[in-house]
Protein backbone atom coordinates (compact mmCIF):
# COMPACT_ATOMS: atom_id res chain seq x y z
CA UNK A 1 0.00 0.00 0.00
CA UNK A 2 1.46 3.35 -0.91
CA UNK A 3 2.01 5.74 1.75
CA UNK A 4 -0.42 8.48 1.07
CA UNK A 5 -3.32 5.61 1.31
CA UNK A 6 -2.62 4.11 4.65
CA UNK A 7 -2.18 7.93 6.15
CA UNK A 8 -5.27 8.96 4.93
CA UNK A 9 -6.52 5.43 6.27
CA UNK A 10 -5.20 6.15 9.49
CA UNK A 11 -5.61 9.41 9.76
CA UNK A 12 -9.66 9.25 8.82
CA UNK A 13 -9.08 11.74 6.18
CA UNK A 14 -11.38 11.78 2.81
CA UNK A 15 -9.60 11.90 -0.35
CA UNK A 16 -11.94 14.80 -0.62
CA UNK A 17 -10.63 16.41 2.21
CA UNK A 18 -7.02 16.22 1.30
CA UNK A 19 -8.09 17.83 -1.97
CA UNK A 20 -9.62 20.89 -0.25
CA UNK A 21 -6.61 21.22 2.07
CA UNK A 22 -4.13 21.31 -0.68
CA UNK A 23 -6.36 23.31 -2.97
CA UNK A 24 -6.55 20.94 -6.05
CA UNK A 25 -9.44 18.27 -7.16
CA UNK A 26 -10.31 15.03 -5.49
CA UNK A 27 -9.31 13.10 -8.51
CA UNK A 28 -5.50 13.97 -7.81
CA UNK A 29 -5.21 12.80 -5.13
CA UNK A 30 -7.02 9.41 -6.22
CA UNK A 31 -4.41 9.53 -8.92
CA UNK A 32 -1.70 9.88 -6.65
CA UNK A 33 -2.88 6.91 -4.39
CA UNK A 34 -3.25 4.63 -7.62
CA UNK A 35 0.38 5.54 -8.93
CA UNK A 36 -0.70 7.05 -11.82
CA UNK A 37 0.76 9.99 -11.28
CA UNK A 38 3.11 11.09 -8.74
CA UNK A 39 2.65 13.52 -6.16
CA UNK A 40 4.55 16.49 -7.01
CA UNK A 41 7.42 18.12 -4.94
CA UNK A 42 5.94 21.27 -4.11
CA UNK A 43 3.34 18.99 -1.93
CA UNK A 44 5.38 16.98 0.25
CA UNK A 45 6.34 19.81 2.56
CA UNK A 46 2.30 20.25 2.32
CA UNK A 47 1.91 16.92 3.06
CA UNK A 48 4.71 16.86 5.94
CA UNK A 49 3.20 19.97 7.88
CA UNK A 50 -0.27 18.72 7.64
CA UNK A 51 0.68 14.92 9.62
CA UNK A 52 3.89 15.60 11.04
CA UNK A 53 5.63 13.20 9.11
CA UNK A 54 8.27 12.58 6.74
CA UNK A 55 7.93 13.52 3.10
CA UNK A 56 9.26 9.85 2.05
CA UNK A 57 6.66 8.04 3.75
CA UNK A 58 4.26 9.71 1.20
CA UNK A 59 5.55 8.45 -1.91
CA UNK A 60 6.46 5.14 -1.40
CA UNK A 61 5.54 0.97 -0.66
CA UNK A 62 5.44 0.77 3.33
CA UNK A 63 6.78 -1.93 5.05
CA UNK A 64 5.38 -2.98 8.24
CA UNK A 65 8.45 -0.98 10.25
CA UNK A 66 6.81 2.26 8.09
CA UNK A 67 3.32 1.49 9.57
CA UNK A 68 4.00 1.23 12.96
CA UNK A 69 6.72 4.21 12.82
CA UNK A 70 3.86 6.48 11.01
CA UNK A 71 1.67 4.99 14.27
CA UNK A 72 3.88 5.87 16.52
CA UNK A 73 4.57 8.87 14.94
CA UNK A 74 0.16 9.92 14.77
CA UNK A 75 0.24 8.57 18.40
CA UNK A 76 2.87 10.79 19.90
CA UNK A 77 0.61 13.77 18.28
CA UNK A 78 -2.68 12.59 19.83
CA UNK A 79 -1.63 11.49 23.22
CA UNK A 80 1.79 14.29 23.70
CA UNK A 81 3.45 12.21 26.16
CA UNK A 82 5.96 12.74 28.46
CA UNK A 83 9.53 10.64 28.74
CA UNK A 84 9.67 9.36 32.49
CA UNK A 85 13.29 8.35 31.95
CA UNK A 86 15.56 6.77 29.86
CA UNK A 87 16.33 3.20 29.79
CA UNK A 88 19.78 1.52 28.36
CA UNK A 89 19.91 -0.82 25.88
CA UNK A 90 22.29 -2.76 23.42
CA UNK A 91 21.76 -1.78 19.69
CA UNK A 92 23.33 -4.16 17.05
CA UNK A 93 23.73 -2.67 13.78
CA UNK A 94 26.08 -0.96 12.10
CA UNK A 95 27.96 0.19 15.53
CA UNK A 96 27.04 -2.01 18.63
CA UNK A 97 26.73 -0.05 21.12
CA UNK A 98 24.28 1.08 24.28
CA UNK A 99 21.81 3.74 23.56
CA UNK A 100 19.69 5.94 25.81
CA UNK A 101 16.17 4.90 25.10
CA UNK A 102 12.69 6.90 26.04
CA UNK A 103 10.34 5.59 28.52
CA UNK A 104 7.33 7.06 28.34
CA UNK A 105 4.38 7.91 30.52
CA UNK A 106 2.01 6.42 28.12
CA UNK A 107 2.09 2.81 28.05
CA UNK A 108 0.57 3.10 24.21
CA UNK A 109 3.80 4.61 22.80
CA UNK A 110 5.50 2.36 25.33
CA UNK A 111 4.07 -0.37 23.28
CA UNK A 112 4.13 0.64 19.73
CA UNK A 113 8.03 0.99 20.21
CA UNK A 114 8.30 -2.13 21.30
CA UNK A 115 6.68 -3.63 18.24
CA UNK A 116 8.46 -1.45 16.01
CA UNK A 117 11.59 -3.44 17.75
CA UNK A 118 10.17 -6.86 17.39
CA UNK A 119 8.98 -6.13 13.49
CA UNK A 120 13.00 -4.95 13.06
CA UNK A 121 13.84 -8.09 14.46
CA UNK A 122 11.68 -10.66 12.43
CA UNK A 123 13.17 -8.49 9.18
CA UNK A 124 16.60 -9.25 10.29
CA UNK A 125 16.33 -12.75 11.37
CA UNK A 126 14.29 -13.54 7.61
CA UNK A 127 17.73 -11.22 5.96
CA UNK A 128 19.64 -13.85 8.13
CA UNK A 129 18.01 -16.89 6.54
CA UNK A 130 18.07 -15.13 3.31
CA UNK A 131 21.99 -14.63 2.94
CA UNK A 132 22.21 -17.71 0.31
CA UNK A 133 19.97 -19.73 -1.11
CA UNK A 134 20.19 -23.20 0.03
CA UNK A 135 20.98 -22.04 3.56
CA UNK A 136 22.59 -25.26 4.90
CA UNK A 137 22.26 -23.62 8.49
CA UNK A 138 18.30 -24.68 8.37
CA UNK A 139 18.52 -26.59 11.01
CA UNK A 140 20.37 -24.51 13.28
CA UNK A 141 17.74 -21.83 13.06
CA UNK A 142 14.64 -24.45 13.60
CA UNK A 143 17.27 -25.29 16.67
CA UNK A 144 16.69 -21.30 17.88
CA UNK A 145 13.18 -21.03 17.28
CA UNK A 146 12.32 -23.80 19.33
CA UNK A 147 14.61 -22.61 22.29
CA UNK A 148 12.90 -19.04 22.14
CA UNK A 149 9.40 -20.55 22.09
CA UNK A 150 10.08 -23.35 24.65
CA UNK A 151 12.67 -22.04 26.86
CA UNK A 152 13.39 -18.16 26.51
CA UNK A 153 12.82 -17.31 30.08
CA UNK A 154 15.59 -19.69 31.08
CA UNK A 155 18.55 -17.78 32.25
CA UNK A 156 21.31 -20.68 30.89
CA UNK A 157 19.64 -19.55 27.57
CA UNK A 158 20.81 -15.64 27.99
CA UNK A 159 24.04 -16.52 29.37
CA UNK A 160 24.72 -18.67 26.54
CA UNK A 161 24.30 -16.37 24.02
CA UNK A 162 25.63 -13.54 25.49
CA UNK A 163 28.97 -15.51 25.67
CA UNK A 164 28.49 -16.21 22.00
CA UNK A 165 27.80 -12.90 21.87
CA UNK A 166 31.40 -11.82 23.38
CA UNK A 167 33.48 -15.06 21.91
CA UNK A 168 32.72 -14.00 18.29
CA UNK A 169 33.06 -10.16 19.08
CA UNK A 170 29.47 -9.54 18.76
CA UNK A 171 29.38 -7.51 21.89
CA UNK A 172 32.30 -5.61 22.91
CA UNK A 173 34.12 -6.59 26.10
CA UNK A 174 32.79 -3.42 28.03
CA UNK A 175 28.98 -4.91 27.53
CA UNK A 176 28.39 -7.29 30.26
CA UNK A 177 25.85 -8.06 33.08
CA UNK A 178 28.30 -8.59 35.37
CA UNK A 179 30.58 -10.62 37.34
CA UNK A 180 28.46 -13.86 37.26
CA UNK A 181 28.52 -13.77 33.53
CA UNK A 182 32.32 -13.00 33.66
CA UNK A 183 32.98 -16.11 35.03
CA UNK A 184 30.40 -18.37 32.76
CA UNK A 185 31.92 -16.90 30.01
CA UNK A 186 35.62 -18.15 31.14
CA UNK A 187 34.20 -21.88 32.15
CA UNK A 188 32.20 -21.73 28.47
CA UNK A 189 35.42 -20.68 26.98
CA UNK A 190 37.74 -23.03 28.32
CA UNK A 191 35.33 -25.99 26.92
CA UNK A 192 35.53 -24.11 23.63
CA UNK A 193 39.17 -23.90 23.88
CA UNK A 194 39.11 -27.99 24.84
CA UNK A 195 37.16 -28.77 21.78
CA UNK A 196 39.50 -25.96 19.54
CA UNK A 197 36.16 -24.11 18.58
Known amino acids: ?59 RELDEIDQLEIQKEKLKSDLKPVIKKHEQQFMIGK ?32 EALDIVDNNPYMDTYKLIVELLEKVQHEVILHKTIEALAHYYEVLPDWVATGPEQDEFEEDIFEVFDDYNY
Open 1 to 59: MIGLEYILSLYNMQHIELAEKLGIRKQNINMWIKGKQNIPKKYLPILEELFGLKGEYFT
Open 95 to 126: VNDIVEVPVYDKEEINTIERDIEKAKLVSRFK
